[in-house]
């Protein structure tokens, strides 16, 4: 009879399951601490045309790492109910394939599919994937019914799978797809975090979206900007997500060639309710110049003085959260010719809200990118070597080096917990 079989007939019962409580403590590690946070988005700007009965894949990186997700799908812009039969989510291998034996069905309230009622997004249940941070997912759905109306970010800089007729959303490769670079109904993915993990929402037009950036490159100054933090002791407690929206503005609404709601009007719902949220940096403001030349309605005919009063409310309405929000200053762009051509008004105006960001005082905290990337021998350009091409979109090496301007020990020490 061994000293467990001893203890057993020793002791009664009672006694017995008292002992054997320490013992099960001590070989059950407590499991780590997680908190929810945002570890990638993309923020609904518009309606795609119409969908016939599809699977589709789109691929995203996570900028946080963590034990499981959760998954947002918007009808944001749907005219009718939105019907998504299967979700799947797997780690992504590369052209659009996930790896064999990654993939996890995402279910809502435990069932496979979900209604999505018209102006309504969901979030999945959490979904037990583990996923290092800076990894890519595979994000497979399939709309049985199409959809009329869908819901889009229009420029992904990624490419999305779309295979018309079948539900292959389970399978590890897919063959006969359609190529396109928009969002379709996804907009958030969340971490589940070590605790501690917060979030950094980027706020802005085409030049945080990354426009003119390597087609599924990751190369947005918003991608090397979480690279960077990923070099930091801290790395694990900073999540960077991008809710930039070309042809977005800050004071107005849509209005050709402009996009998406003002992003005083989409402030809440794109960037305060973001899951862990701490830090917010916005670079906008040049859409709102060039509106006011291009378009003729008298609201779009604003002043310098109008763009700063809309950036002062976006403080409050940061600061009353408690969240740290700090802003970059103005793009050169003289040479670009669209939406239209560079004038010198637009010009002074660019100057006057870059004058005032810089010494206003008002935000955090402010990242001089117009010093960055202008031509020192031309000011109103930028360098020829961190340009595209268009005079107002840099390439990869320009988002580069506005990634590398962001002073991270006074961001993190100044505004961290």
């Known amino acids: ?21 320490p013992v099960y403590a001590q070989d059950t590690p407590p499991l780590p601490a997680t908190a929810w946070v945002a570890g990638w988005m993309a923020a609904p700007d518009g309606a795609g045309a119409p969908l016939k009965p599809q699977t589709i894949r789109q691929v995203v990186r996570t900028s946080a790492g963590g034990t499981s997700i959760r998954l947002r799908f918007s009808n944001l812009l749907g005219t009718e109910p939105l019907t998504i ?19 996890h069905q995402a279910r809502f309230n435990g069932a496979a599919a979900i209604t999505i009622e018209p102006g309504k997004s969901v979030l999945s ?34 490419t999305a799978y779309l295979i018309e007729g079948k539900d ?22 969340e971490v589940a975090a070590p605790k501690g993990t917060q979030t950094l929402v980027v706020v802005g037009d085409s030049v945080s979206d990354g426009v003119r950036s390597t087609q599924d490159g990751n190369a947005r100054w918003t991608d090397f900007l979480a690279n960077r933090l990923q070099g930091l002791p801290v790395a694990g407690r900073v999540s960077v997500v991008n809710a930039g929206i070309a042809g977005n503005r800050v004071l107005n609404d849509f209005g050709d060639p402009y996009v998406g709601p003002s992003t005083l009007n989409r402030f809440e719902r794109d960037v305060l309710s973001k899951a862990g949220l701490r830090w917010i940096i916005l670079l906008q ?9 291009l378009l003729k309605t008298p609201q779009d005919q604003v002043t310098a003085q109008q763009i700063i009063e809309g950036m002062k409310q976006l403080v409050e309405r940061a600061h009353a959260k408690g969240v740290k929000i700090w802003a970059g200053t103005l793009l050169p762009r003289e040479g670009a010719t669209r939406p239209l051509p560079h004038t010198a008004s637009m010009e002074a105006k660019r100057q006057a809200v870059n004058q005032w960001i810089r010494t206003g005082g ?25 340009n595209s091409g268009d005079a107002t979109h840099p390439n990869d090496a320009g988002y580069f080096a506005m990634a590398n301007a962001v002073d991270l020990a006074r961001l993190l020490v100044e505004t961290g917990p």
Not at 1 to 21: G, H, V
Not at 127 to 150: D, E, F, H, I, R
Not at 285 to 293: F, K, L, T
Not at 364 to 385: C, E, M, N
């Open 1 to 21: 009879m061994n000293c467990i079989q001893r203890l057993a007939t020793a002791l009664p019962a009672s006694a017995l399951m008292f002992f054997a409580l």
């Open 85 to 103: 039969s299967s979700v799947h989510v797997a780690l992504h291998a590369g052209a659009g394939a996930a790896i064999e034996g990654s993939s």
């Open 125 to 158: 249940d959490p979904v037990p994937l583990s996923v290092k941070a800076l990894a890519q997912l595979a994000v497979s759905l399939y709309l049985p019914m199409g959809s009329a109306t869908p819901t889009i970010h229009g420029f992904g800089s990624q």
């Open 168 to 189: 292959v959303a389970n399978l590890a490769s897919v063959t006969g797809a359609q190529y396109d670079d928009s969002r379709y109904f996804l907009t958030d993915v």
């Open 285 to 293: 403001g040049i859409n709102d110049i060039s509106a006011s030349e």
């Open 362 to 386: 008002v935000f955090d905290g402010y990242i001089d990118f117009d010093a960055v990337l202008r031509d020192p021998a031309h000011p109103s350009r930028q360098l020829a070597t961190l």
